[in-house]
Every structure is written in C-alpha cells, then in structure tokens.
C-alpha cells in the first residue's frame, strides 16, 4: 500500500501554488508606459526615436517629478546622438541669464559646486537634470538654457502684463524675446489658465506664460543651426495642443519640421483617454502609480 506522507503533500501543494502564483502575475501586464500617436494608437519607442532623429525640433513635454520621463529624455538624446545627427540640447530648467555658467561647466572651467553657486538650479537638478548636462559634456555638445528670468516672469503678473517690462534696460531685455511678443489670449492653453484664476489677474497670469514661451522659442531660434537637431525639455504644459513654445516658433519660423511629445498620467495605461488625444506628436502614458523624484 504507498504511504501518504502529509509533510510531503503540504510541500507539494505549497509549491503549486507558487508555481500557479508565479503563472498568474507573469501574465499581468507590468509596464510603466506606453507611447501613443495623436490619434491614440501605441506606437513603439523605437518608432518614435526614429521619426524624432530625422525632425529639425523636438519639444520634449516632461512632468518635472517623473523619473520615466527623466529616464526617456536621456535615452532619447543617446539614441539621436548614436544616429549621427549634429545634437544641441535645451531646457526649460535653466534660465538665459544663467548661460554663461553652464558654459563655463561644460568647457571644465568650474565644477558641479561651481555650476551650483553660479546658476539658479532646480530643487531636482541633480537627480533629474544633470544626468542630462553630464551627457552633453561627455559628448562635447551644447546645453542652452532657454527659460526667462524668473523675476522678468513674475514682473508680467504682478505688473498686470508684458507693459510692466517697458522699463527694462537694454542689458536686461537681452534675456528676453524681443517686445512686444504677439500674444493671443483665445489660445485654449492661455484661456484655461486665464479662467484658472480669474479675477485674481487673469490675463496677466497668461502673460506670464506667454513671455516664457515667447522667451524659449526665441532663445532656441538663436541657437539652432540648420541641418542640426535641437532636444528640448519643458514642461508639458509649455508645448500641449501645438501651443505655447510652437506656437511661437511657428510665428518665427513656419518651415521648421517639428516633433512634439507630452506626458500624461492614468491608472490604466493600455487605452489613451479621449482627453488626452491630440495633445501632442507622441503622447508618454504612465503609470499614475510611479514614484515620483519629489
């Protein structure tokens, strides 16, 4: 008669059910992100670096806080670079007057502490940002800083608009787009931020996002080269809708041949929401779960 051990049955058991555990969530879906074309159909990475190494611009639509978008923006970069495309990087991050100490990094000059004490930068420059900076070193390429001044930024709101900038000096005005910039306050983008505080200076909180904008495009114009490739990073808001830095770069320069990209979060990655649809070239969904760098 075969002897039944129970130790051995509780064993076996035990290691079924890892066995089917194991099964069960290798087939769950685990991915982080997934890309998606304007109209929301998936589209893969490789798909979306080949198209952008072939474009003259690409604005890079980032939520600060997200190390996948931190983690793309440098892949994307790497994976340009490896194509053979003459490379120049921007950011929103750092601000026009701050130029000079970027330069002065990457040439050697100064240090990280030297480029710390020097320039205005963000609370997640090194976890975020300089990853970036450190790769345009490496590969002897130029980081342009193309945001505004802060302080010219919060003049327009606090001024109640681009007037309180008349009486800027002309050193000053060299960190800003020429005035007067168009502005056009139906733009959804501007709208939407008009209503978000409206009466509280509405218009001129539009404004204020309107002479960034203006700023980073101009600021980007005068550096790029034609037959090069410029990488822009900037918050998504600044480039949503073909809006905001495109919208200025168009004003400036129709014939540009242009990529946009924008970031968006959902709980569930695997359809685009209608909401989100037409917000950019290439839409970046992931995962609300993400951690986040602060």
């Given at each position: 008669?075969?002897?039944?051990?129970?130790?051995?049955?509780?064993?076996?058991?035990?290691?079924?059910?890892?066995?089917?555990?194991?099964?069960?969530?290798?087939?769950?879906?685990?991915?982080?992100?997934?890309?998606?074309?304007?109209?929301?159909?998936?589209?893969?990475?490789?798909?979306?670096?080949?198209?952008?190494?072939?474009?003259?611009?690409?604005?890079?639509?980032?939520?600060?806080?997200?190390?996948?978008?931190?983690?793309?923006?440098?892949?994307l970069a790497r994976d340009i670079h490896q194509s053979g495309r003459?490379?120049?990087?921007?950011?929103?991050?750092?601000?026009?007057?701050?130029?000079?100490?970027?330069?002065?990094?990457?040439?050697?000059?100064?240090?990280?502490?030297?480029?710390?004490?020097?320039?205005?930068?963000?609370?997640?420059?090194?976890?975020?940002?300089?990853?970036?900076?450190?790769?345009?070193?490496?590969?002897?390429?130029?980081?342009?800083?193309?945001?505004?001044p802060r302080r010219y930024a919060s003049m327009v709101y606090r001024?109640?608009?681009?007037?309180?900038?008349?009486?800027?000096?002309?050193?000053?005005?060299?960190?800003?787009?020429?005035?007067?910039?168009?502005?056009?306050?139906?733009?959804?983008?501007?709208?939407?931020?008009?209503?978000?505080?409206?009466?509280?200076?509405?218009?001129?909180?539009?404004?204020?996002?309107?002479?960034?904008?203006?700023?980073?495009?101009?600021?980007?114009?005068?550096?790029?080269?034609?037959?090069?490739?410029?990488?822009?990073?900037?918050?998504?808001?600044?480039?949503?809708?073909?809006?905001?830095?495109?919208?200025?770069?168009?004003?400036?320069?129709?014939?540009?041949?242009?990529?946009?990209?924008?970031?968006?979060?959902?709980?569930?990655?695997?359809?685009?929401?209608?909401?989100?649809?037409?917000?950019?070239?290439?839409?970046?969904?992931?995962?609300?779960?993400?951690?986040?760098?602060?």
């Amino acid at each position: 008669m075969l002897h039944i051990d129970m130790k051995n049955i509780r064993l076996i058991s035990g290691l079924i059910l890892a066995l089917l555990t194991s099964l069960s969530m290798t087939g769950q879906k685990m991915d982080a992100y997934v890309i998606y074309n304007s109209k929301g159909r998936k589209v893969s990475y490789r798909k979306l670096a080949k198209v952008a190494s072939k474009t003259d611009l690409i604005l890079f639509g980032e939520y600060h806080n997200n190390p996948i978008c931190h983690w793309l923006e440098l892949k994307l970069a790497r994976d340009i670079h490896q194509s053979g495309r003459n490379l120049i990087l921007g950011a929103e991050m750092i601000e026009t007057d701050n130029q000079a100490a970027v330069d002065a990094y990457l040439d050697g000059t100064i240090d990280g502490e030297g480029l710390d004490s020097l320039a205005r930068l963000w609370s997640n420059h090194q976890t975020d940002y300089a990853p970036l900076i450190e790769f345009a070193k490496e590969h002897d390429l130029r980081f342009i800083g193309t945001n505004i001044p802060r302080r010219y930024a919060s003049m327009v709101y606090r001024g109640g608009g681009f007037d309180a900038l008349d009486d800027l000096s002309q050193d000053e005005l060299a960190w800003i787009a020429p005035l007067p910039i168009p502005f056009d306050p139906t733009l959804s983008q501007y709208q939407a931020m008009s209503d978000m505080v409206e009466g509280h200076g509405g218009t001129a909180f539009a404004q204020a996002q309107a002479i960034k904008d203006a700023t980073m495009a101009h600021t980007m114009l005068s550096y790029y080269i034609p037959g090069d490739l410029l990488l822009h990073y900037n918050g998504t808001y600044h480039s949503d809708y073909y809006q905001g830095i495109l919208w200025y770069l168009r004003e400036s320069d129709p014939t540009l041949n242009t990529v946009t990209i924008s970031t968006v979060e959902q709980s569930d990655i695997y359809t685009l929401e209608d909401e989100h649809r037409g917000k950019a070239d290439y839409i970046l969904c992931i995962d609300s779960e993400m951690t986040k760098t602060y």
